[in-house]
């Protein structure tokens, strides 16, 4: 059986040339007015956001909220690229409101998640799929480099809804996890005019022609029937696009080209939409035994090739189900479970020794080991002679915040005595930081404004601090333990290259003895 | 200047018509495709076939990484037992984009131009479709063939036999053609069920102090609706004085906040199982949502009952509309803007959570101890009809780019994907229901539901465990082709009536009108 998924190609023979063969195999004849070759974009080079009649100029995707309903929307905006997730989900900045934060220099920005419309690339986050990560890289070089994007959720039809705060809790407009908002995404390449319509390209498009997505189509059962999201609502509008028989039928939907552009693609049997398997994919069932050291030295070459490894080393700390380990060189590494459930604390707790098949992978600017399976033979418990001794915690001071400094204790257990200063916003599962008067030496001294020391609880945490707890902290002064950590927060008022991490002391779980929970964040009397 | 608004795949379908007659082919279209059945023999396979000119299977699912990855080795292990007996089979396997409506939204977009597979998996209402496009091929030849190595009747092995899969499975896919043929349109193939969910460590304590722990088990067996309010209210009074808490593995948790106790995750689901519930006799039951014909005629006075007692619930012992406050004693995700109970759940914010036994590990954590139970009923005592649904998919083979030889690859493939063995290890892998009822009974399922504390596995396990214990009353709606849109209608209509407090009588008629607007026949039993 082919390891990957496999070609869906369409095709009529109108000459009678073509000669079927084989006992249930494809024909190598196509019949294209231009016979791909390769991945030439034919159709997402055509078309441009220009071509949709749509007008974007003072729009928002996400208009109001009051107490997390959403009242009135223009469903088109332009936005700003704060991440890209994957191949088929980012989050974009908008001039609307949505998950609203606000950053330490006092400036709120507003964002939102968005699941881009009829594509679906392989995964590449906790999971990851053969293809995935080249889909997501492919995403990454169009979103994080454009001039400008548009995310336009116009096609969605909510006339069926007495208002949107309705199309929104009946799903129409969110994706089936309720949490990320669906649309359509252009945007205009690197170097070209963003103010110019028609510089703004089909990413959907682009990335079935590029043969990481196939063209999924645009049913969703939560509205009447097999509404066509790609369509635009009033057909008697629908714009003029183009293909293969363009000079004899002149218009087609935009559905009906990412049909097209999927079948197209698909003849070249290349990639995932072609069915190929990935080169760079390690396909054994057997992982590469190797050190935490090694893994994290070797990282490019393990990520690129997405080689099944196998790591061992001693538990440290637990942040929810997922955890950090390190060998015996003292080399650390954080462990991401994906879900929830799979919570191994039942088998191992800190200070074991854990051998653990995945992948090697990065988020938020961290290497991490993820994909991991949920099966008894991802998990080995080593004891005797193959343990790693669970290293004390390293006795730090604020003398130490320093970037060379705190980028050697990367993923270490520190203990230090900090001034807690504020308590950060609580996001809806209870996660939050708080901020301490003690700052990063080399971030002031350039001018960086995200210095201060943070301490994150993460609402993950078993058991985890409640925000009561919080707040009680703030204007003490404590010695905490955890795990050294950093992040990057994005900042629209930074230029290109300039958002630099900031830092964070992770607690773990909180120690408990016979249900009396503990805590890792002491107040010094 | 008007613009011409030609789509594509109908231009196709045009320029085809005008070949005169040419041979359609190339992509996957097959040699002989659309021929008239003819069953054939292992022995026409073996002459038909080579190493290196297999028998070509193009098998459509939806299954994401997770789940493929378990279907794979059982797919590689018929390729090579095929071979060694000279039957050389390749399976080409697409997971489609999009859930299985997506899959259905592919074929249904590929019928026009023929770009279908060989197999699929799909619900019955997508099969009835496909029979309306005229491309879903009849497996009862197959079925009821008594050759070696390919029926399901007679001396065959015991584990492939039609007789062994369990009742209401096989019951869906008894269909009928456009003609009003009976035919067999699929073999069962990966099912659950809903269940009821429940946090133990906080909810126990309740229904030990009401006597509806179940000593022997530990479980809360056979719970009702009323049970279920009763539990749900005194788990919002425990959360409000501030005394819910448990100690779990050693720590201390504490739940400070709840808006509802309780989720009920699919409003469909929810609604169909309310309706025959209410009714005192299956003949009631079976005609209160849709009926055999096809026809909707949930208008009617046990809705109006039903959703009067359900709805109640919903808005009972609020406190204010603050996300700190008590809306509720249950209600749909939706109102809270959420899909699943289990984010709830695992926020500590909710306690029970009512869903699909496909979510089985989304309802797992950490940080208590997870039981399951069956699905809430109004009484068990037969004064009313007990109904849970049965959901899940069915292999099938299309007709229309498939030939005699493709057909018989393909059903081999499905013959052998669901026979005793193979049905045990794909719901042991994957947490979906075995479909035969000699897997349910073999000592190696037994053994795996009997360990329900191993870390691995033992959430699948109690899951399992708790469907076998309502098995004897799983329902399907009717499929018919539209059915489909009934229940996402009606999926509207719900969080209408629940989330957002519309007038009963107005959103079944806003439902109705919507519906209508699509062809489908509302028959109106409240005017």
Redesign the interface.
Known sequence: ???S????????????L??????????A???FDVEPTTFDHYYSNKISFADMNIDVEGKTFIDDKI??VVYKRDGVDKVGIKYVTDGDTAVFYTSGTQDSFTNPLGRSYSYFTCRFLS??T??STS?I?PWGKKASAYAKSLLENAEGIIVDATSIDTS?FENPR?S????CR?D????RWLGLIWYCPDGKDANDLNNYRCYQLDMIEEGY??Y???????????INYVYNVD?EE?P?LY?R?EE??????LA??F??AD?RT??LEQRHIG?EDDPDYDYSSEPKQMSITDAIANYDTLSKNNTYVALTGVITRFI??NFYFEDANGTALYVYMG?????????FKVGDTINIRGRMSEYGGQIQLTDI????ETFTKVEGEGAVAMPDPIQITSNDFTIARLEELQGKLVTVTLNIEHKGNVS???SYTLNCTETVKDLTAAGYQYDSMGIRIN?KL??TY?P?EGDALVGEKVTVTGIMSKYYEEDLTLDEGENFASYQIVVGN?P??????GTEIIVVE | MK???????G??TI??L??LG??????????NAGEAFKLLTLDDLKA??SES??????FWHSF???IS?EL?PL??AF?EEMAEQGIHI??????????Y??L???V???TK?N?VP?MLLGYPDHFADYIDSGILLDLTPFVDSTAEGIGMSGDANADYLVEDFVDSYWNEVEMEDKDGNDIIAGIPFNKSTEIMYYNASAVDPILEAHGWLDEETGYWLNPTWEQLATVSEELIAKVKAGTMSW?Y??????A?KTNYPTYIDSGSNWFITMLKQYCETQEQANDVYTNAKGEVVFSNQTTIDALNYFYDYTTKGRTG???NDVYGVWNL???V????GSYMM??LDAFISVGSTAGV???????YELKCTTYPQVSYDGSNVNAVIQQGTNAAILSSN??N??RL?AWLLIRYLTNTENTTEFSMSTGYLAVRESAVNSSTYKNFLANEDN??TG?VAKAINATNRERQYFTTDPAFSGS??V???V??MM??IM??GADFTSAISKCYS?LE??GITCVDRLS
């Not at chain 1, 073509?18 to 024909?27: D, E, T, V």
């Not at chain 1, 399976?373 to 008894?376: E, I």
């Not at chain 2, 040419?22 to 040699?31: A, F, K, N, P």
Request: net charge negative; proline share 3%.
């Open positions: 059986m082919k390891k998924v496999l070609t869906l190609s369409l095709l009529l023979t109108l000459t009678g073509a000669a079927c063969n084989g006992r249930g195999n494809s024909s004849n196509q019949l107490e997390k594509i679906d392989p995964e999971s799929a069926n309705d929104y809790a009946a799903g969110l089936s996890n309720g949490t997505s196939f999924t189509g645009n049913y969703n059962p939560k509205i009447n029937g097999n057909q629908e003029i293909s028989y004899t039928f002149g218009s087609m939907t009906d080209i049909f097209e079948i698909s003849s069915a929810g189900v879900l929830d459930a799979k919570s191994i604390g039942s088998l399976v949920w099966a008894q809806k599962d209870y609402g078993s058991p409640s009561e909180r408990t003895t016979d249900g009396v929970n | 613009l011409k608004t030609f789509s594509i795949l231009a196709i320029l085809g005008a070949g040419l041979t359609s082919c190339g992509g996957t279209t097959v040699e038909n076939s000119d297999p028998i070509v299977v193009d994401g990484h997770n990855d794979t797919v590689d390729e390749r399976v080409d396997v697409t997971s489609v984009g999009g859930g409506d997506g259905r939204s592919r249904n977009l590929g131009t770009n060989t100690v593995n050693g720590a201390t948790y504490k400070t509309s603050s996300s995700p939706n109102a803007n959420q899909s699943y695992n926020n590990n989304n309802n797992n954590s950490d940080k498939s030939n030889l493709t690859a870390p691995f959430t489909s849109m229940r996402d209608n999926d509207t969080v209408s989330c957002q919507d607007d699509f």
